[in-house]
């Protein structure tokens, strides 16, 4: 394996490419018609278009992909997360053009992937798994039989996907036949199969999941759990690890599950194994996802395990450099920077990056894929970046990453900071007891508190830099200043930080 096409955009292209840089691999980066000036595309030894601007043109045509790793000389594809990383058929295709795919075999993320499915091979590995069914549910007169016998509330869940699609929480027998309906319409529209699962709902559960890495030789070792419980929408916003309600004895037990849940489907390069943690301490498989994570870097700070080369060298034969019985070493945060508007429901945002400002100093890492100028639109996921830092303790990690995000200065669109910020403030959070629910019983309380009076003089700050920036990039720019949308550059810049 000598050269690595990625399959993929933004940040994970650009960690990815470092990762091939520094096991002496080159790096192809393909972009569409959007992404022709992305960081990522600069990064690479070289660069492939592959289209217009919507994924299905480009970044989810498998063909194209194909071409482009043929016309570069790439005699490997690493899939990154999202778009066609969990596709066993792009996996197949890979293979089936002779070159080298940087993942699990497409077996096994065919048997994870179809979610009941997954949960019979769980059973048999003595993984625990949430009560319920193991196969799709035909109607609703079936549904409503096993939530009685299993009892409500109940979870409804597409058989196809995950990510929150294709799910419905019912908590008595009058919701279960809308519920089924509504299911079953969103996981047709999401995944082109509505088939849907039934699964015991478990109350006010932690959302934790293990790192696990198999090479091609029969070895299996997990990496920590990670603690993924601030999430809105079952998309996640902040993780860490390790776990601050998990202790080593717990920590073994799960990690020796996620191990058997690996070794069940005979998975190869890394991989996550989610838990549902329930508040008497016992847990439940939940899915594993079979590629990396957006949130990995939390587990290569505390573990000293850089998870991608990992990844790199399963795939050209070699065996696991990661030994086993690894011990957490102090505390590790990340926070997800998105281009989303937390004082507009968080929708999406678009716009032009005026300035950025990237907080540094000890422990303190930025997985980002933008740059001055770069253009932020709706094609894609809004993740701009992520903010990672690393700390002796929890709590001196906390004090860490709100330092970090006081620092660090994204103007020309609104963004998630001002509530990651917020977070960092707040007790519940502090404490370490919060569970899935947090966004829906804290969050919104968070983004209606007051100001803080010191961010304010925090954002005039901002105001002179991101204006000061604005007049030299209109110099550049015949399209003039940025932001040039009516709102001032007071109001940005103090909407970085959460402000109304």
């Known amino acids: 394996m000598k050269r690595v096409l990625i399959a993929n955009r933004g940040e994970i292209a650009c960690r990815i490419i470092r990762a091939c840089h520094e096991e002496g691999l080159e790096a192809v980066a393909v972009f569409s018609e959007a992404d ?11 660069a492939v278009e592959i289209g217009p601007a ?3 043109e480009s970044y989810l045509a498998v063909e194209r992909l194909l071409d482009a790793a043929r016309h570069s000389g790439a005699d490997a594809v690493h899939p990154g997360y999202g778009f066609l990383s969990e596709r066993a058929h792009f996996a197949e295709a890979v293979q089936a053009a002779g070159l080298i795919w940087v993942g699990p075999p497409p077996a096994a993320i065919r048997a994870m992937g179809e979610k009941t499915e997954a949960r019979r091979r769980m059973e048999r590995a003595g993984v625990p798994v949430v009560p319920g069914t193991v196969e799709p549910i035909a109607d609703a007169d079936t549904a409503l039989a096993v ?6 509330p109940v979870m409804l869940k597409a058989a196809a996907g995950g990510g929150g699609k294709g799910m419905r ?3 008595d027998p009058s919701g279960l036949a809308p519920g089924f309906r509504a299911a079953r319409s969103e996981a047709e529209s999401a995944f082109g199969d509505g088939s849907v699962y039934l699964e015991k709902f478990i109350d006010r559960p932690r959302h934790v999941e293990v790192q696990i890495v198999s090479d091609r030789h029969g070895r299996t070792v997990h990496v920590g759990e990670r603690e993924c419980s601030v999430q809105r929408r079952h998309q996640k916003l902040i993780e860490e690890t390790p776990s601050p309600i998990v202790d080593p004895e717990l920590r073994a037990r799960m990690g020796l599950a996620a191990e058997q849940a690996a070794q069940a489907v005979d998975y190869q390069s890394a991989g996550t194994v989610e838990f549902l943690l329930a508040p008497d301490g016992a847990f439940y498989f939940l ?3 079979t590629r990396i994570q957006v949130e990995h870097p939390v587990t290569e700070m505390v573990y000293g395990v850089d998870i991608v080369r990992e990844q790199l060298r399963i795939a050209a034969g070699a065996h696991l450099s990661v030994p086993g019985g690894l011990e957490p070493r102090g505390h590790a945060i990340e926070c997800r920077i998105t281009s989303e508007d937390p004082l507009n429901g968080f929708l999406p945002a678009t716009g032009r990056i005026a300035y950025l400002r990237i907080p540094s100093g000890p422990g303190v890492r930025w997985d980002g894929g933008i740059e001055v100028g770069s253009e932020v639109g709706l094609f894609y996921d809004p993740l701009l970046g992520k903010l990672i830092v690393w700390a002796e303790d929890r709590a001196r990690a906390i004090r860490r990453m709100a330092r970090a995000l006081d620092e660090m200065l994204i103007v020309g669109l609104p963004t998630s900071q001002g509530f990651h910020r917020r977070v960092m403030d707040d007790p519940i959070f502090a404490s370490g007891t919060y569970d899935i629910g947090y966004m829906e019983r804290v969050g ?7 100001p803080d009076p010191h961010a304010l003089r925090r954002a005039a700050l901002a105001t002179a830099l991101a204006e000061h920036e604005s007049r030299q990039v209109s110099v550049a720019r015949d399209s003039g200043a940025p932001g040039a949308s009516g709102e001032s550059a007071w109001l940005r810049a103090a909407r970085l930080r959460g402000l109304r």
């Open 36 to 46: 022709r000036a992305s960081p990522h595309v600069r990064a690479a030894d070289a």
């Open 54 to 56: 919507p994924a299905r």
């Open 147 to 152: 939530a009685e016998r299993v009892g409500f």
């Open 444 to 450: 919104q309380a968070l983004l209606d508190a007051p």
């Open 169 to 171: 929480r019912v908590a």
């Open 287 to 289: 899915e594993m996802n």
